[in-house]
């Protein structure tokens, strides 16, 4: 199984960007899918997971401003964030828990990050 993320960039603060993630390979059911996120100098954070039936859960810091979505037939997780911040600024990793075949255990994958840098 891998995660392919894709969408960081360079934003001006107050702008629209979005994130999506793609997971491929063997998967029978993926359970939960998210976004975290890696400042320099920073632990790793959770920004946001959505549930297999869409039950959602945000960081207090980006309630009201960034949206987690998925397309399950494309095993597809996003990430719209509106009025970015600099704060904003981090390396968003994908995670997902999946679940490869019928009856096996489930297990965690991470993309490979990818940079979101925004300019005040």
């Known amino acids: 199984v891998q995660l392919q993320a894709s969408g960081g960039g360079l934003v001006q603060a107050g702008s629209s960007h979005r994130l999506s993630c793609t997971a491929s390979g063997t998967i029978f059911v993926i359970r939960r899918m998210g976004w975290y996120r890696q400042a320099p100098g920073r632990q790793r954070e959770l920004v946001a997971f959505?549930?297999?039936?869409?039950?959602?859960n945000y960081t207090d810091s980006v309630k009201g401003r960034f949206t987690i979505s998925r397309d399950n037939p494309k095993n597809t997780v996003y990430l719209q964030m509106d009025n970015l911040k600099p704060e904003d600024t981090a390396v968003y990793f994908c995670?997902?828990?999946?679940?490869?075949?019928?009856?096996?255990?489930?297990?965690?994958?991470w993309g490979q990050g990818t940079q979101v840098t925004v300019s005040s």
């Open positions: 959505i549930a297999w039936r869409g039950t959602t």
């Open positions: 995670h997902a828990d999946i679940r490869p075949f019928y009856g096996s255990d489930d297990f965690d994958y």
